[in-house]
């Protein structure tokens, strides 16, 4: 059963940096998945930020692009995101995932985490 | 970006009755490889999405038959046969054709 497990702080204050870890189970970060982050801000529709391969290739939503480093580290079968600059306009439900290569489907979900930008 | 259009937005619905929900697309999602990369995702209240139907008509593991997807090009739909109170959520198609990914606006289904 593959788990996906977000953490991070759930208040930032605007121009700082948002960080947040997944954490995988069931699974190995090495594998041929594309580990993903989307977020859903408040009575919102899902936006793509974007995804890391384990090999560390990445694709980001140019609209992010500027502002948005997500890494792996495979010695501790996890992924995280960095949001620089962050305003209001970023305050949302994290969530991580997995997209399995070559499936074209977002298969697992992690449970989502609150952010806020608030000074 | 492709843009994804889903109607309606608020879905009531009877208990027993049948819901459609439509997701267009601004450019078609029909791969050279002959399959549409259009995903449906529903999300109950408080949790996260969860995979319902996959390459435009194939249900994801564990989902009942009584949702159905179809549709190719640029129109897609949702079919549930028989709306239950278990069905309240909302229910979000995503292209996975290029990146950057997108999602429709979201449709809430709603028991009448």
């Known amino acids: 059963q593959v788990q996906l497990q977000e953490s991070g702080p759930g208040l930032v204050k605007p121009s700082g940096t948002l960080s947040l870890t997944c954490a995988v189970s069931g699974d190995s970060i090495s594998t041929s998945n594309w580990w993903t982050w989307v977020r859903q801000p408040p009575e919102k529709g899902l936006e793509w930020i974007g995804e890391?391969?384990?090999?560390?290739?990445?694709n980001y939503n140019p609209s992010l692009k500027s502002r948005v480093t997500i890494s792996v580290d495979n010695s501790k079968n996890q992924f995280s995101l960095r949001l620089n600059s962050v305003t209001a306009a970023d305050t949302a439900v994290y969530y991580c995932?997995?997209?399995?290569?070559?499936?074209?489907?977002?298969?697992?979900w992690g449970q989502g985490t609150l952010v806020t930008v608030s000074s | 970006d492709i843009v994804m259009t889903q109607s309606p937005l608020p879905l009531p619905v009877t208990p027993g009755e049948p819901a459609s929900i439509s997701c267009r697309s601004s450019?078609?999602?029909?791969?050279?490889?002959?399959?549409?990369?259009l995903n449906w995702y529903v999300q109950k209240p408080g949790q996260s999405p969860q995979l319902l139907i996959y390459l435009g008509s194939n249900r994801a593991s564990g989902v009942p038959d009584r949702f159905s997807g179809s549709g190719s090009g640029t129109d897609f739909t949702l079919r549930i046969s028989r709306v239950e109170a278990e069905d309240v959520a909302i229910y979000h198609c995503m292209q996975t054709l290029q990146t950057p990914f997108t999602f429709g606006q979201g449709t809430k289904l709603e028991i009448k």
């Open positions: 995932a997995r997209k399995p290569y070559g499936a074209n489907k977002i298969d697992y």
């Open positions: 450019q078609s999602l029909l791969h050279s490889n002959g399959y549409n990369y």
């Open positions: 890391i391969f384990h090999s560390g290739n990445t």
